[in-house]
């Protein structure tokens, strides 16, 4: 299976759907499922690296600087 589909099966959203598909909407654009589903792991795989960031500096807070 792909990384895409994973992402689908995962109801478990990090973002706030409807604030996303506003913000785009401002910009006279549309988006897709899929793209909030992507947007989503987007964010996952960021918090989890800046994480990993802290942990390896000795931190438990994250920090800007860790994105």
């Given at each position: 299976?792909s ?5 689908k099966?995962?109801?478990g ?9 506003d ?13 909030i ?5 987007h964010v996952?795989?960021?918090v ?5 960031r ?14």
């Amino acid at each position: 299976m792909s990384e895409n589909t994973e992402a689908k099966k995962d109801p478990g959203l990090r973002i706030v759907q409807s604030k996303v598909r506003d913000l785009i909407r401002e910009k006279e654009m549309r988006t897709s499922d899929e793209f909030i589903s992507a947007l989503s792991e987007h964010v996952r795989a960021a918090v989890e690296k800046a994480v990993s960031r802290a942990k390896e500096n000795g931190r438990s807070t994250l920090r800007p600087a860790d994105l």
